[in-house]
């Protein structure tokens, strides 16, 4: 079975063909998707998504997040691993260097740090941030994000939107809504601020699912290396009481441990 929707002949082309539309969004290089990926198989995937993440995975829980992810690969299903292999493969990192304005090769990450599956059930939320830039033992820089949403007839009530900031933290550029076969390419630097703040409040208690693939490369262009290394940014939305500061991760025993600061707590 075919990953790419076969509307898409060609992926590499299709990805030359939405350069410029990605490199000229706001409020920084980004697209968006819809029905990129051959929604039977994503169908599959959804219907063997976790049930009991909160037991297996890990759980984020303070004033600037509360989610659920996995990305423990002997703990998804077959299909959702070879998933994973093929957003990892040649002929899809091709399509990423096609469709970008990254020019260094970029590279997969076998241990999805901070990637898989991710969950937010009721009053789940994600605050605005900066994700965090090097990868902890590789030690390399992350690039690009890929979010695969898998939420059927989501709507902008249930909350859960992908919000796009500017660098000044003054004004949400984008609104998105995480509906099924949706899928965002943006490019991760210091400044480009996002989250899904607004929690979630479906009608019928059902949560927000998707996947989330990173990309990076042996170095970066030195106009993106203000902020030196750092971990998660999290910054505050005009006229809110988002707590602002950094969240520090370390790698210890194969599982990621949060040790909070500044102001998060």
């Known amino acids: 079975m075919s990953y790419i929707n076969k509307k898409i ?56 997040e509360r989610k659920l992810s996995l990305n423990d690969t002997n703990k998804f299903s077959n299909e959702t691993n070879d998933f ?4 990892n493969s040649k002929i899809f990192i091709n399509f990423l260097q096609n469709i970008t304005d990254v020019e260094e090769k970029l590279i997969p990450d076998p241990y999805l740090i901070g990637g898989g599956l991710h969950e937010l059930k009721e009053k789940g939320y994600l605050n605005i941030h900066a994700d965090f830039n090097m990868h902890p033992t ?33 004004k949400c550029e984008k609104k998105i809504t995480p509906t099924f076969n949706k899928t965002v390419i943006f490019s991760t630097t210091d400044n ?16 927000r699912k ?20 750092h971990s998660t940014i999290f910054r505050k939305r ?26 998060i707590k």
Not at 48 to 54: A, G, R, S, T
Not at 84 to 87: A, K, V, Y
Not at 145 to 170: A, P, T, V
Not at 210 to 229: F, V
């Open 9 to 64: 002949k060609n992926l590499e082309s299709f990805g030359d063909q939405k350069n410029s539309e990605y490199i000229h969004s706001k409020p920084f290089p980004h697209i968006v998707i819809e029905d990129l990926f051959n929604e039977n198989f994503l169908n599959r995937i959804l219907e063997e998504f976790p049930e009991n993440i909160q037991q297996i995975g890990d759980n984020f829980d303070n004033k600037a």
């Open 210 to 229: 998707s996947i989330a693939m990173y990309y990076y490369t042996n170095g970066r262009p030195q106009h993106e290396k203000g902020l030196g290394n």
């Open 138 to 170: 590789m030690k390399l820089d992350r690039r690009l994000n890929i979010l695969i949403y898998l939420n059927k007839d989501w709507k902008n009530d249930f909350g859960g939107s992908l919000e796009l900031w500017d660098k000044d933290m003054k």
């Open 238 to 263: 005009p006229n809110t009481e988002d707590p602002e500061g950094k969240i520090e991760f370390k790698k210890i025993f194969g599982k990621i441990y949060l040790r909070k600061k500044n102001k």
């Open 84 to 87: 994973i292999n093929f957003l």
């Open 192 to 207: 480009s601020y996002h989250g899904n703040p607004e929690k979630i409040n479906h009608p019928n208690k059902i949560s």
